[in-house]
């Protein structure tokens, strides 16, 4: 294994490129879907975290490359499903791949996204199979939590709440790092990296939420779709009123959505909300020293910008 030679810096510019000599063939229609969809690819969030952990590891620069585009791809599926699911109109400023190319398209750019991911995990000469598996398990995890948000109709307790928005989060933020440490050989007990990661996606999926409830003056997607919501459990658990708001929820009478979401917009459990979200943060900080030293700069980015993503919510959210 020959030590990687590229920075972080340096490899997304290259993973940028990878995507484009490994779009579908220029005489498929799914060529046209792949382009669109990369014109705009996010911050390649899961991508950064393979990058991270291969370089840290001193993986080889092929390697690092191939296994963060097929964290990336695997999650680009995911989002890609996920708008179909919740008739999601517009994605990273553009509009989703199904209201513009219709959901046969979707679902089957999705599905070529999934097929190119397990290639490119198992384009690992020594630990293809190993990769190939990992991704395999994190995507029957991510599938599961987000079935689970999808039919969850009742007003989830806090401990489901936490079960939902782990699997929803945590498995395709586990999986680069995981792999990426597998593929070096560090086979040592990654319990608290686990641990650590779904405290980030908690949090993650926390500070979500809650800015689906505030402000009050656009309306409550979860609230509208009865979807598992940490605010809204928590309302539902100790907010004034909450006998009422529970009648009002088990019923199919959105027509008081506004009141509610105004209740709970300007009740106390925003504060707890919070304060939940802070607490999981300092959890997830306080687990970076117990892992391998190799991975604990890593560790520390990810809870870094974890934090950093919902202190810039917050402030927009009070401005």
């Known amino acids: 294994m020959s030590p990687s030679r590229i920075n972080q810096t340096q490899a997304l510019p290259v993973l940028d490129a990878l995507y484009q000599r490994e779009m579908p063939q220029p005489d498929s229609s799914l060529f ?5 969809h990369f014109k705009n690819p996010g911050k390649s969030f899961r991508a950064q975290l393979a990058l991270s952990s291969g370089i840290a590891l001193g993986l080889n620069e092929q390697d690092i490359l191939h296994w963060a585009a097929a964290c ?8 890609i499903h996920d708008d179909i699911s919740d008739a999601s109109t517009h994605r990273r400023g553009q509009e989703s791949i199904h209201e513009h190319f219709g959901s046969d398209m979707a679902l089957c750019l999705g599905d070529w996204m999934i097929a190119k991911a397990f290639e490119l995990a198992a384009r690992n000469s ?7 598996a990992l991704l395999a398990q994190a995507m029957q995890e991510t599938c599961t939590g987000q079935i ?20 929803k989060t945590a498995p395709l933020l586990i999986a680069p790092i995981k792999g990426a440490t597998l593929a070096a050989g560090l086979n040592n007990n990654l319990n608290s990296l686990e641990r650590l990661v779904g405290l980030c996606g908690l949090a993650y999926q926390g500070r979500n939420d809650i800015d689906d409830i505030i402000p009050s003056s656009h309306r409550s997607s979860d609230l509208d779709g009865r979807k598992p919501n940490l605010v809204i459990s928590l309302f539902a658990q100790q907010g004034v009123g909450r006998d009422d708001f529970s009648l009002w929820y088990q019923s199919e009478d959105n027509n008081q959505l506004t009141h509610w979401q105004r209740r709970i917009a300007s009740s106390d459990v925003i504060l707890q909300a919070n304060q939940s979200v802070e607490y999981w943060l300092v959890q997830a900080g306080q687990l970076v020293n117990t892992l391998p030293i190799q991975l604990q700069p890593v560790a520390h980015g990810l809870v870094a910008s974890v ?8 402030q927009g959210q009070i401005a």
């Open 126 to 132: 020594r630990h293809g199979g190993v990769l190939a």
């Open 148 to 167: 689970s948000d999808i039919t969850q109709r009742q007003c989830a307790e806090l401990e489901e709440w936490q079960r939902i928005a782990k699997g």
């Open 32 to 36: 046209q879907a792949a382009s669109y």
């Open 307 to 314: 934090k950093q993503k919902t202190i810039i919510k917050r």
């Open 72 to 79: 990336e791809l695997l999650h680009n599926a995911s989002l």
